[in-house]
């Protein structure tokens, strides 16, 4: 069935550094992909998304491109700010369109 | 309504008791997720909706746990018999299925279930 496997965090960066997350995934076909975000106390929601091959979706700063060649969906930031602190979860639809999340990534961002 | 809306928005329950956990989609949307969110941990799936029918219900953990859906629209999250690890933030979300091109799937702001 299909997956998504995300770095394991948690993630602690300085202000301004820049930020990656892996993400990469497993399923059938051509998954639409997507990365949400849970800021401390708040609910879940979409940060961005890209639904075909060499897509990229951006958002606040952030970026993550859809590469089909290497199943991944890595998510970037070139300068983190201490607001950006937050678990970020990646996730597909595929097959069925049943919406399937990796673990999450906890990122802190300190001063 | 404007967004997915889960009630009860905090459930404090003595163990071996039943609940209901309750989750109103956007009107329209015919995917329906359930997850579960333990303390610290990422996102369990339970079990997914299409219109009334749940093609995955692979997550449910123990046959304590049933779900149903109704009329496309709400669905109500049943755990018999709870136990202290049942103690989690039960996530309700819904999406326009559109077969591989997914639109994003909007969430609600959880039930914290705390058995006690």
């Known amino acids: 069935g299909d997956s998504v496997t995300q770095m394991e965090g948690p993630v602690t960066l300085s202000e301004e550094a820049f930020l990656t997350i892996n993400c990469t995934y497993t399923?059938?076909?051509?998954?639409?992909l997507f990365w949400y975000v849970q800021y401390p106390g708040e609910g879940l929601q979409l940060l961005l998304k890209?639904?075909?091959?060499?897509d990229k979706g951006s958002n606040k700063g952030f970026e993550a491109t859809y590469r089909k060649e290497t199943t991944s969906f890595h998510l970037e930031k070139g300068s983190v700010q201490v607001s950006d602190s937050a678990v970020y979860f990646c996730?597909?639809?595929?097959?069925?369109?049943?919406?399937?999340f990796g673990t999450g990534t906890r990122l802190q961002v300190t001063l | 309504g404007a967004g997915v809306s889960q009630s009860p928005s905090n459930k404090v329950t003595e163990k071996g008791k039943d609940v209901e956990l309750r989750c109103d989609p956007i009107?329209?949307?015919?995917?329906l997720y359930w997850y579960r969110q333990s303390l610290g941990q990422g996102l369990e799936f339970l079990i997914y909706?299409?219109?009334?029918?749940?093609?995955?219900k692979s997550g449910l953990p123990s046959d304590r746990f049933s779900a149903e859906r109704t009329g496309g629209s709400v669905s109500t999250l049943t755990i018999q018999r709870t136990q202290q690890e049942d103690s989690a933030v039960y996530l309700c979300?819904?999406?326009?299925?559109?077969?591989?091109?997914?639109?994003?799937?909007?969430f609600g702001q959880g039930t914290r279930l705390t058995v006690v």
């Open positions: 979300a819904s999406s326009l299925a559109q077969g591989r091109i997914g639109t994003e799937a909007f």
């Open positions: 399923a059938t076909g051509y998954p639409s």
């Open positions: 890209a639904t075909k091959a060499d």
């Open positions: 996730a597909l639809t595929g097959t069925a369109s049943k919406l399937t």
């Open positions: 009107s329209g949307h015919t995917a």
């Open positions: 909706f299409q219109g009334n029918s749940a093609p995955d």
